[in-house]
């Protein structure tokens, strides 16, 4: 079992739907999650990050956190062709000794067609 | 403006040779990373480094090598020994060692 998974997609919505993307993680250790962003041929920019169970939302995004399921979304509402890009979950781990050793997801990639 | 640069954009090299990857800061982080993608992969750590003259391997640091003698600059070396290093290179940093990390624009390097 991959440590981080997310379903690589490509997952499609129509503009102006809510996309949702999932990741899950196998160590329950795990205390900080991250969601990147990733257009063709760039390098990953953060989106959201979540550390508590429950929602936090930034405008258009809401990241989601469930401890005790170990699973970790992203919605975007009002979706937008400019969304289309690869989304990347990522898991820091407490137990790592403070390193900042990040474990990603493969990503998912999102199609928002107009 | 501050932020995270790295150089060369792209970068091709020859069987046998080794090539150094730049990557500076002027974000006054304490921790700099770098990581590795492959086509339709998520990253994979090869180098981190909490503070200056210290660095540890991450998950695959065979046939790389880095250094940290100043705060802004983390250089990676791709030796011979690496067999398949045709891949798109990200330096990040934070921070601290639990900080959010934050990307350069990354190098793609091509084996000829």
């Known amino acids: 079992q991959k440590e981080v998974e997310q379903n690589s997609g490509p997952l499609s919505v129509p503009e102006g739907a809510i996309a949702s993307l999932n990741c899950t993680y196998s160590?329950?250790?795990?205390?900080?999650f991250f969601w990147y962003r990733q257009y063709s041929g760039k390098s990953p920019e953060l989106i959201m990050s979540i550390y508590s169970n429950g929602d936090k939302e930034d405008g258009r995004f809401t990241a989601q956190l469930n401890k005790a399921s170990q699973y970790v979304s992203l919605l975007i509402r009002d979706s937008q062709p400019s969304d289309s890009a690869t989304y990347l979950c990522a898991v820091n781990k407490e137990g790592s000794g403070n390193t900042g050793k990040l474990i990603f997801g493969q990503g998912t990639t999102l199609q928002v067609k107009p | 403006d501050g932020g995270i640069t790295q150089s060369p954009k792209y970068l091709f090299r020859k069987e046998g040779q080794n090539v150094t990857l730049s990557c500076e800061q002027n974000l006054n982080h304490d921790a700099m990373y770098w990581y590795r993608q492959d086509p339709g992969q998520g990253l994979r750590l090869i180098y981190y480094?909490?503070?200056?003259?210290?660095?540890q391997k991450g998950d695959i640091a065979e046939g790389y090598s880095v250094s940290r003698e100043k705060k802004e600059s983390f250089p990676l070396t791709v030796t011979s020994a690496q067999k398949n290093p045709t891949a798109f290179y990200l330096c990040?940093?934070?921070?601290?060692?639990?900080?959010?990390?934050?990307f350069g624009p990354g190098t793609r390097l091509t084996v000829l």
């Open positions: 990040a940093s934070s921070i601290s060692g639990l900080g959010t990390q934050y």
């Open positions: 160590d329950r250790v795990s205390q900080s």
């Open positions: 480094s909490q503070i200056v003259n210290d660095f």
